[in-house]
Every structure is written in C-alpha cells, then in structure tokens.
C-alpha cells in the first residue's frame, strides 16, 4: 500500500541573469519571481507550489544567484546553498551552455546531498548560442520553448520516492482491522480541527481497507470493555503514560510521533538515541527541533512539557534550546542530545537531512515521541508494532 507524500521540492539554481526566475515563471505561468535585467533581482529563496503532471504537487523554490557578490551577496549565496538540504531534485539553469567553477561547485554539492538533477540551457533563442552539450535541454524561459521537454525529463529523473511513500501503517493492519486512535482535545488543539498527524494516520488506516475508531483518552477504557480488542492503539504521545494503564498488554500500543519516527525519521538511530536521557549530567544542552513554525504556550509538548519532563525524570540540571522551520543550526557540537519533533511537516529528505549533522559527530538523537515512551518506561512496547513490520 503506498500513499502520497509531503510535497517534493524542486531548487532552481545557477548564476545571476541566467534566467532563473523567469523560468520558474515560465513553468507557473504566472509572474511568481521578480524578473529585471538587474543582477541580483533575487535575494531570499522564493516558494511556488504547482502540480506536475506524472508527480502530482511540488514546490518550486527560485534561490540567488550562486556567483552573487560582496557582503550581501554572500549572504543571500549560503541563503542558497542551505536551500540544497531542503530540495529533492535541482535545476541547474546556464546560458551558453556555460558550466564554469559556479556550476561545479553547485554539481559537487548536488552529488553530496545526493539530489538528483537536471541541467537547463536557457536562453536558447538567442543568436550565437554555443553548441548543445550532451545531457543539457535547451529552453527558453522568455518563449517557453523547451519547457514541456524539461518538465517530462524531471519527471524521468525524479526517483518516486520524492513524492511516494510506503503507508505509515502498512504491513501493520489490512482488511478489516481496527485501529484506535485516541486524540486529546486540550488547550493545545487546534480549534475546530485535528492535527496532521492525526489526519494521515486517519487516511492511511482507510486506504489499508482498516477501520478507524476516534476517541478521546477518558474513553478508551469503556471502548475496549464493549469492544473486540483492536488490532493496534495509536495514541497521542503526552497520553502515553495514561493509555498504556488503560490498553491491556497483549494489545500492540504505539504513538503517531512514533510512527512518523518508523516511516521518515532515522528510526535506528532514534532507538539508538533515546537511551542517552538516562545518561544526560548537569549543566548539558538539549537541543529540541520543531519541523514547523507556531505559537507557543506553556503547555506547548516540545517547548513546555517535554523538557518539563526530561529534568523530572533525570533529576538534572539541563539547558534547553529550540530551533524552528529548517533553519540551521550553529555549534551542533555543543549538545549532549537532540530531539526531533515527528516531523509531519517536511518531507523525509528534509528530516533526514536536518539530523545529519548530528549523526555525522555521533550526537545521539531521539523524537518527540519516543523519547516520552522512554519516560514512561514503554519504549520497548512503543516500537514493538514496527520490529515486524515489512516496510
């Protein structure tokens, strides 16, 4: 069973003028990105959600130009280049078919992220154009000449990974199961709606031909009394310690941020990781990364209750830092341990990409999730349902 994925992200890359952003508008059809003879026209990334057909939605991202100059333009050029730990496939635009030390240096930074990509001659209707050079598409951004060349050979060369993923819950339920899903509604619940990871744990029990039961925590045990036991419990990770009292035993109980964890995280690594809460010592740094930007409060789980948590259990003295969106990250090297939010927000690449650094310096790193199953002494139970999974 395979579902959609988050959005894959396409980077447009290359020097100032080459036509970047009129291309992105060429591939639109609107007036997305700035266009003017002006070198430099672009600054910070600018995003464009289309539909291609053969992939289905992406994001188009248009960056600066990688040969940008002065204080500024270095600037807005590391703009661009920390776009490439974002993107599942580039665009390398050239004029002339041009590729001098900008477009190598782009080239070995798309081999290091591992990004597939493709490389676009713009421009090609202008006079005294150089010989094409092989695995180049000649296009024009300003007549649309090519464009619908490039668009099939991106969809060609984009892995379907990017944009198919296996089900978050296939190999674990089919035809018929039920699987219960309890969702608190709390001062940290969106009015009128559920999260998005409550909703694709929805949909995916439904495209497993499985049957969904919503509940809310103080209803759970009722459920089961009047109820045939369930194939699997899903269950909001701050209500772990309270559902697992109330979900007898040989019932398979894990949570959505565990799920997530299994189908786009560093799984291994977060098993790995999670343990190293028993060993963090006064005065270390915890580092919590969220995956999305939103308001905060108190009881916020990454901000409020989970480091709430962490210093009751170890009885530490711990400092703890929080970083947003994808934005980087100085001095990794100082933290004792990071913990990734589920990540429901950003594609898998993203994720991954985002804990590579750590993992690299051997910086242990959990989720949100499993590191409250840990708290609760039920990780062991939390992760059972995916030791025998197929995926």
Same mark, same amino acid.
């Given at each position: 069973?395979?579902?959609r994925?988050?959005?894959?992200?396409?980077g447009?890359?290359?020097? #100032?003028?080459?036509?970047?952003?009129s291309?992105i %508008?060429?591939?639109?059809?609107?007036?997305?990105?700035?266009?003017d003879?002006?070198?430099?026209?672009? +600054?910070?990334?600018?995003?464009k959600?289309?539909?291609?057909? $053969?992939? *289905?939605?992406?994001?188009?991202?248009?960056? @600066?130009?990688?040969?940008d100059?002065g204080?500024?333009?270095?600037?807005?050029?590391?703009?661009?280049? !920390?776009?490439?730990?974002?993107i599942?496939?580039?665009i390398?635009? +050239?004029?002339?078919?041009?590729?001098? +030390?900008p !477009?190598?240096?782009?080239l070995?930074?798309? @081999?290091?992220y591992?990004?597939p990509?493709?490389?676009?001659? %713009?421009k090609?209707?202008?006079?005294?154009?150089a010989t094409p050079?092989e695995?180049?598409?000649?296009?024009?951004a300003k007549?649309?000449?090519?464009?619908?060349?490039?668009?099939d050979?991106?969809?060609?060369?984009m892995?379907?990974?990017?944009y198919?993923?296996?089900?978050l819950?296939? $190999?674990?339920?089919?035809?018929?199961?039920?699987?219960?899903?309890?969702?608190?509604?709390?001062? !940290?619940?969106?009015?009128?709606r559920?999260?998005?990871?409550?909703?694709?744990?929805?949909?995916d029990?439904?495209?497993?031909? @499985?049957?969904?039961?919503?509940?809310?925590e103080?209803?759970?045990?009722?459920?089961l009394?009047?109820?045939?036991a369930?194939?699997?419990v899903?269950?909001?990770?701050?209500?772990?310690k309270?559902?697992a009292?109330?979900?007898?035993?040989?019932?398979?109980?894990?949570g959505?941020?565990?799920?997530?964890?299994?189908h786009k995280?560093?799984? !291994?690594?977060?098993?790995?990781g999670?343990?190293?809460l028993?060993?963090?010592?006064?005065?270390?740094?915890?580092?919590?990364?969220?995956?999305?930007t939103?308001? +905060?409060?108190c009881?916020?789980?990454? #901000?409020?209750k989970?480091?709430?948590? /962490?210093r009751e259990h170890t009885?530490?003295?711990l400092?703890?830092?929080?970083?947003s969106?994808?934005?980087? /990250?100085?001095d990794?090297?100082?933290?004792?341990?990071?913990?990734?939010?589920?990540g429901?927000?950003?594609?898998?690449?993203?994720l991954l990409?985002?804990?590579k650094?750590a993992?690299?310096? *051997?910086?242990?790193?959990?989720?949100?999730?499993?590191?409250i199953?840990?708290?609760?002494?039920?990780?062991?139970? @939390?992760?059972?349902?995916?030791?025998n999974?197929?995926?």
């Open positions: 069973m395979k579902g994925e988050n959005k894959p992200h396409i447009i890359f290359g020097r #100032r003028n080459n036509g970047k952003s291309l %508008n060429a591939i639109t059809g609107q007036e997305t990105a700035i266009v003879a002006t070198a430099g026209t672009t +600054t910070d990334p600018v995003r959600s289309i539909e291609i057909f $053969g992939i *289905g939605p992406v994001v188009l991202i248009d960056t @600066a130009g990688i040969d100059v204080q500024m333009g270095q600037k807005r050029i590391q703009k661009t280049l !920390e776009t490439l730990k974002t599942d496939f580039a390398l635009v +050239t004029v002339d078919h041009q590729l001098g +030390t !477009e190598k240096t782009l070995e930074r798309f @081999a290091e591992e990004i990509y493709l490389i676009v001659n %713009n090609c209707d202008v006079p005294g154009s050079v695995g180049m598409v000649d296009v024009s007549t649309g000449a090519g464009i619908s060349r490039m668009l050979l991106i969809v060609q060369k892995p379907a990974s990017a198919i993923s296996h089900s819950l296939g $190999g674990i339920v089919g035809n018929g199961d039920t699987v219960v899903l309890v969702t608190p509604i709390d001062n !940290e619940a969106p009015e009128g559920l999260i998005l990871p409550q909703v694709q744990l929805i949909r029990v439904l495209d497993n031909d @499985a049957v969904a039961i919503v509940l809310k103080d209803k759970v045990a009722d459920w009394q009047r109820n045939p369930p194939k699997l899903v269950t909001d990770s701050q209500m772990f309270r559902v009292q109330d979900v007898p035993e040989p019932i398979p109980l894990t959505f941020s565990v799920v997530l964890a299994h995280g560093a799984f !291994e690594q977060y098993l790995e999670t343990p190293h028993n060993q963090l010592q006064d005065g270390d740094k915890v580092l919590m990364l969220e995956s999305c939103h308001l +905060t409060s009881e916020d789980i990454g #901000r409020g989970l480091p709430r948590w /962490i009885g530490k003295e400092h703890f830092d929080f970083v969106g994808l934005d980087a /990250i100085p990794i090297g100082q933290y004792a341990l990071i913990i990734q939010c589920g429901c927000m950003v594609t898998r690449r993203q990409n985002r804990l650094p993992i690299d310096r *051997g910086i242990p790193v959990t989720n949100y999730g499993m590191a199953a840990y708290l609760n002494g039920i990780l062991e139970r @939390a992760v059972k349902p995916f030791q999974s197929e995926l």
